[in-house]
């Protein structure tokens, strides 16, 4: 730092401003006054001034249904400092409940997790992450690198006849049109007895397409 005398009893060295990196075998020399010199090797040491990142992951693929339970996963670029522990937050858009930020639970020192309730409600759930810090106590970055959002959906598919059967038919493969806001798998309920022997194969609701039509 410029000072390049030492007193008699404890002297405090301050650096320069170290660039980020691993730093070994740095010593200091003091000379008296009759050139007789003395050094210290200081012990080695890392500056780190970069904040940790995390990316996220989910045990099971959404959208997810209340009653549904989800390990959510942080794994750390680096290894994490045993306190303060890295905190959850989840804020749910549309109806979706959002969660206060919640401590994670350490698997290793790169990663935590957290298991997720899904509460009820349908949106967009976005994950942020606090407190944590790594081992030269730089905080998390709040935003994680990849995986911050899920969707969660508990509204039922609103369903529109569109063309129905005619009451009275010869047609004995009748032909039945109805539109669909979401994609889903076609299931057919027999209330008649007759119905019951209706050989009718599911098929899968495109998504976006207005009209449907099954066949019985």
Excluded: W
């Excluded at 500056?47 to 990142?53: H, L």
């Excluded at 937050?89 to 350490?106: F, H, Q, R, Y």
């Excluded at 032909?175 to 050989?199: C, K, M, P, R, W």
């Amino acid at each position: 730092n410029g000072n390049n005398t030492v007193s008699v009893g404890n002297n405090t060295m301050t650096f320069n401003t170290l660039l980020e990196g691993f730093y070994s075998g740095e010593t200091i020399t003091v000379t008296d006054a009759y050139s007789n010199a003395s050094s210290l090797t200081i012990p080695d040491f890392t500056i780190d001034t970069t904040a940790p990142t995390a990316a996220i992951t989910y045990d099971s693929t959404g959208p997810y249904k209340n009653g549904d339970t989800v390990t959510i996963t942080a794994t750390f670029n680096e290894a994490m400092a045993d306190s303060s522990v890295p905190r959850i937050a989840i804020n749910g858009s549309g109806t979706l409940l959002s969660l206060g930020a919640t401590n994670m639970t350490k698997s290793s020192d790169t990663l935590y997790t957290y298991s997720y309730s899904v509460p009820i409600g349908t949106g967009t759930g976005t994950i942020s992450l606090s407190t944590g810090t790594d081992l030269a106590g730089n905080v998390i970055i709040s935003t994680p690198t990849s995986g911050a959002t899920f969707n969660v959906d508990n509204t039922a598919p609103v369903l529109l006849e569109i063309v129905p059967i005619p009451e009275r038919t010869k047609v004995n493969t009748p032909t039945y049109v109805f539109q669909s806001d979401e994609a889903g798998q076609i299931t057919v309920g027999h209330a008649s007895a007759n119905a019951l022997n209706t050989g009718f194969t599911p098929t899968v609701v495109t998504e976006g397409q207005e009209n449907q039509n099954i066949s019985l």
